[in-house]
């Protein structure tokens, strides 16, 4: 107390600012008397006794976001990924094949230019056999498959039996439909049901659902729509599929900034369902430099 009382009062060393009731910040300029020792001594001790003002700004503007926006822009003390929204990027991909489906993603997950995880899963299953590929703002994505894991489960209860993977899809078309002014979650949802064999169902932005035999979704499918174009044909066996899905994911990882880390590859069907990775050093590579 008697420190605080000394720098609030009106004997202020020389040198010296008030910045608030803690610190004190040294002007360079002006210089301590050698005929004041008690000064003197107080300016050598007193900065000891505190942390600095960097860390005290930083802390703050790290419990109120908006001050940290304003401190970022104008001293540069806080970075700008520290307010941004947690994104998983992306590339996500689905196939689907004679019995089974293939779905595939990358494992990156960003905070603004900041890599916040690096080997996230954007695989979540929903059911037994059913899984949705995540693709946008990773809080969104996830409510919305918490959501409709919640209500296909009370389905499935009711039905005593399976619940269909069409049926898991227009839960997630209702959600981001409903919400589609708050939400950004762009969905693929595939699985395998007893009716309709395998199946893959796209929910981009905005709620709309369509079914495609092959879909790709994401910050990094604008660089792999012609590779699939090129490279897909009706009537691939699952090994194929998995190629196919490996080799489109790791050109999207090159090239798009918010796609890397690992492969996660899953394939389902009447079998259950078959997981794997590929890991950074086992990726396919088609660099041309």
């Known amino acids: 107390m008697n420190e605080r009382r000394l720098v609030l009062g009106s004997h202020c060393p020389a040198g010296f600012s008030i910045l608030s009731a803690d610190y004190l910040v040294q002007d360079p300029r002006a210089q301590v008397s050698a005929h004041e020792p008690e000064r003197a001594a107080f300016c050598t001790f ?9 860390d005290k700004m930083a802390a703050a503007a790290t419990m109120m976001p908006h001050l940290g926006q304003r401190i970022s822009s104008k001293h540069d003390l ?22 089974g489906v293939v ?54 209860i ?16 209702a959600s981001c439909y409903r919400y589609r002014e708050e939400l950004t979650a762009g969905i693929l949802v595939a ?20 079914r495609q035999p092959v879909s790709v979704g994401g910050s990094g499918s604008t660089y792999i729509y012609g590779f699939m174009d090129s490279n897909y044909k009706p009537g691939l066996a699952k090994d194929e599929c998995l190629e196919l ?44 430099h």
Request: glycine share 10%; hydrophobic share 40%; aromatic share 6%.
């Open 158 to 173: 009711e039905l005593d039996e399976p619940p269909l993977v069409e049926t898991a899809a227009h839960l997630f078309r």
């Open 191 to 210: 699985g395998w049901d007893r009716r309709k064999g395998g199946q893959v169902y796209c929910v981009p932005i905005g709620g709309m659902l369509v």
């Open 78 to 99: 806080v970075p700008n990924w520290t307010t941004q929204e947690v994104s998983t990027g992306t590339t996500i991909m689905a196939v689907e094949y004679d019995g």
């Open 245 to 288: 899905t490996a080799a489109a994911l790791s050109l999207a990882m090159e090239r798009d900034g918010s796609s890397g880390g690992v492969i996660r590859l899953a394939s389902i069907s009447e079998a259950g369902v078959e997981r794997r990775v590929i890991l950074g050093n086992q990726l396919p590579k088609f660099s041309t």
């Open 103 to 156: 779905i595939g993603a990358d494992s990156r997950t960003t905070t603004g230019a900041y890599i916040a995880n690096r080997v996230t899963d954007k695989l979540t299953p929903i059911h037994d056999r059913i899984f949705c590929c995540r693709s946008g703002s990773a809080a969104d994505t996830q409510a919305v498959a918490d959501v409709v894991t919640y209500q296909l489960g009370f389905h499935s």
């Open 46 to 54: 007193q900065p000891s006794l505190v942390r600095t003002v960097r």
